[in-house]
Structures are given as structure tokens and as C-alpha cells.
């Protein structure tokens, strides 16, 4: 609701610049008629030309960047415009030039025209003149969508922009002559204000394509946002939902979501009459990986019997935050089922959900009748959707027992051994540290890894700076040791700038030959290309613990977590 108030008064403040005074002829010729057979359309008319205009122009900016990655690019220089014109108001009057020609246009028919028609068609030819003032702010939200993405939440935006500029040519035009004076002694103020924000644009573009902004949201870790977002929407506005789980066993809703990927938005109340799996994961957790053959093997088989799969990303880590990265993830993981990205944890709350993987199987009549958390008793799970999809469906039979299904790489089943915990590299849920050396929070040290390591223990060694949620490399040649029992090893990595990174991964300090992983060549060697969970080991033959080390053989590698199988 705060991006809605700021975008409304965003639009109330625009009156205050000296570009609006080409317009206030055209809204005050009627302020002697009926507010609401002639003003009020004139408003009308203006803040629908913005909404529709604005939105058509949001839709191509995001097919875009849809196209390819240089679309991304082409946005950013799409907001780098924007700023400048916000800058130097005489570039935005000759960028906006060709509206207000059409806008003159439009305002001599309405003005051969009268009634609620004219003032209509009147208020579409001021929602062109108007474009040098508010072109440039309008601008920044079409940009914003066309890197986030164009939908229902950006056209309800810009209609709220639009509506607050609308409000303020209203109260202009009922107060009269003392709103105008105070304008006039207020035109000053809201050009430095554009000013301002021209140069903040400017910065915020300067900032996105060196990356910095990565290392900056790095520097804020899941586990401490997570807590403060969870525990205000806790609080507010998702406890009615989370009180009628606990007391009704009725699923929540899914409202909250900040994207949906492969689907519209989806509500409890559309899907009612259909078995509902409501699925909480993240993409570089290794359990909710090992969950998806079964998903996707339900999905595919159940789906025409009514069945529908609803994935909900909720972040563990910062990186999993970024909607490109969990649609990239979606992708390659050929996830078709519907995703709902819950980066500020809405529906997470709502279902008072602690775990990753969790799995809420909900009734055509919209009960919850089953729950599982973490990985296992799929036959239970399956069995159950059988179940519920024959009571919403009485004709249906499954003669054809439950899925067979196998993961490959990272996606397989874990072994049934003793395994080494999972364990986090940031200082934040650190344990089993063994560097001699105490961790120096958030600040560039030095360390170094014992000779030997006990089991379950691991360390650093060379230039690394140790945040809440991850460690980060500052010079080539660091790496990380750890005695691990296990068939298979992960480490969540990232390039830190962006920039690939090469490894070389050494079990007992010799290449791994057959027990590479997937992102590992028989000689240990990898490259880190994006935010993810990487397979560095997966045991061939006799399983037994090993001493495993990874080097980094360039900067600004980022380590968040090993995990095993």
C-alpha cells in the first residue's frame, strides 16, 4: 500500500511545477459550469489517457526485455533518459514535444464540441499537454515495469498517479484564485524536487550496471529481513488468514504474491472444485529440489483429474529475492505448474509455514486434509490426492498405481546414510568453524585452514569478507576445506560482480576423477555463473568421508551454504 500512497502523491505534486501552467486554461474555461457535467470529466478523461497510454507503453517495454537479456539493458537506458529529463526540464519538453502537438489537436475538437462528450475528449487533449510535467515521472514507473514486468499492480500504479494528479487539478479548480496564488509561490520547490530525484535516477542506473546494488541487498541477509517482514505481516494484514487455518482448517488465501510465473494470479476461491497441492519452496534449496520429480510427475498425471500444483517461492536467501533468478530457475528446473513468488512472505505467514520443503494438500471444498514437511512419504501424499480427486470426482479410477519417478543430478534422492549437516557460511547461522582465526564481522580478513579438520568441521583460507548470510572473496586463490560425510557435497555459490568465477574442487587433496559432480569435470574444474546451488561431489563407488576443498581461482566468489546427500 506505500508504493500506492507515494505514486498518489507523486501525481499531487506535480501541479507544482511551471509546466502545468500551458493546462490550466483549458481546466479553468470551465470552472463556471457544473463540476460534475464539466470538470469532472475533464479530470476523468486526463487520468484514463495516462493509465491507458502508460500502461500499452509498460506492456512493450516489458515484451522488451521478454526478448532478450539486452532488453534489460535497453530499459536501463530507457531510465537513464528519464532521469536526465528530469534534470534539465528543456530536454523533456522536446521529448514530450509530439504529445503536446496531438494534445493541441484534441483540445480544438473539444472545444467545437459541449456537454459531458467535449469535456471528456477535453481531458484526454490535457492528458497530452500535460506529458512535459508528468511524462518523466510516468516514465520511471514504465521503466520499472518493463524491468519487473507488465500487470494488473503497474496499471493500478499509474492509474493511481494519475488519480492524485487528478485530485489536485480538482481541488485547483474548486478553490480558484487562492489555489492558484499558492501555486505560483510553489513552482520553485517542485523543480529542485525533480531535480533531485533526476540525479537519484541517475545514481540508482550507475549503481545497477556495475552491480553494486547486488553487493549491497547481499549485505542484508534473508535471515534478518525474513524476520522483521514476517513479523509485521504477521501482525497485520495476514492474521485474519492465519486465524482461520487454526481454527477453521480452511487454507488461507494466496494473496500477497508479488509475481506469478506460468500463471495468472490464482485465489483459493477461483480453484474451488479442484485438489489443491500448495507447495512452499526456494530454488537452491536441496530438499525442495528433491521433492520436484514427484510434483512434476503429479502434476503432469493428475492434472486433467483436477489437480493443480501451486509452487510458492519463499526466499531463503537475498539472491532468491531477484524475480529473474527465480524465473530462470523455473525454467531450467522445467517447472510448469503455477509459481507464486512470495517475496514478502504473505502466503508463508498466512499458512504459519516454518519449513522448506512443505506440502498443504487442500479439498474441492477448500480444506486443508493433509500436510508434510521436509522430503519423503510421497505414496502418503500421493495416496492422498487419489483420494481427494475421486470425493470431488466420483467416476474416477486409478488402476495404474503411483508414479515411478528418478532425479537426476542434484534433483536425485538422498542416501539413507549418516549424513554431515547442513551447514551456512555467513556468520549469522555459523557452527563448526575451525579457522584459527575468530570471524571479523562484515570486515576483510585473513584466514587459514588447519592441517586437519574433524568431521563436520570446515574453514577458510585466504582474503574473505564474512557477512550474516555469506562469505564473500576478495583475492583469488582463497578457498573453503570441510571433512564431510556424504555421497553427494552442494555449496549454494554466486558471483559476487557478476563476473564468471573458476574453481577447482580436490577430494584428500587429489582431483575428483569419477566422483565429480554435475557442475565439476573429472578434474575438479568449474565456473560460477549465477546464484545458485552447485553439485561439486557426487560419490561413484564405495562411499566413505572425504576432505573436500574447493579453490577460487577468481575474485568475488560469494559461498552461502553446503548442504549433502
Known sequence: MLIFLLAYLGGVLTILSPCVLPVLPFVFARSERSFRRSGLPVLIGMAVTFAVLASLAAVGGAWLVEVNQYGRYAAMALLLLLGLALIFPS??????????????????????????????LLGVAVGFLWAPCAGPILGLVLAGAALNGANLHSALLLFTFAAGAATSLAVALLASGRVIAWMKRSFGVEEWVRRVLGVAVVAGIVVIAFGWDTRFLAQFTSANTTAAEQHLIRQLAQRPAAIEVAETGMAAPLNGATEWINSPALSMEALRGKVVLVDFWTYSCINCLRTLPYLKAWDEKYREQGLVIVGVHA????????????????????????????????????????????????????????????????????????????????????????????????????????????????????ENFASPEAIERDKPARYTAPRKLKADHWALSGSWRVGKESAQLDAAGGGISYRFRGRDLHLVLGPHSGKPVRFRVTLDGAAPGKDHGVDTDAQGNGVIREQRLYQLVRQSGKIRDLTFKIEFLDADSEAFAFTFG
Open 91 to 120: 530536454w523533456s519538453e522536446r521529448m514530450m514535444r509530439p504529445f503536446v502537438v496531438f494534445g493541441g489537436r484534441l483540445q480544438q475538437r473539444a472545444d467545437q464540441q459541449g456537454s459531458i462528450k467535449g469535456s471528456l
Open 315 to 430: 526466499p531463503e536467501f537475498a539472491f532468491e529475492k531477484d524475480l529473474h533468478n527465480v524465473e530462470q530457475a523455473v525454467r531450467e528446473l522445467g517447472i510448469r505448474y503455477p509459481v507464486a513468488v512470495d517475496n514478502q512472505y504473505a502466503i508463508w505467514n498466512a499458512y504459519q509455514n516454518e519449513y522448506w520443503p512443505a506440502h498443504y494438500l487442500i479439498d474441492a471444498q477448500g480444506h486443508i486434509r493433509h500436510e508434510h514437511f521436509g522430503e519423503g512419504a510421497y505414496r502418503e501424499t500421493e495416496q492422498m490426492i487419489q483420494t481427494l480427486l475421486k470425493e470431488a470426482h466420483q467416476n474416477l479410477a486409478f488402476k495404474d498405481g503411483f508414479v515411478r519417478v528418478q532425479g537426476a543430478g542434484a534433483l536425485a534422492a538422498a542416501t539413507d546414510m549418516d549424513r554431515s549437516p547442513e551447514t551456512y557460511v555467513g556468520y549469522g547461522r555459523q
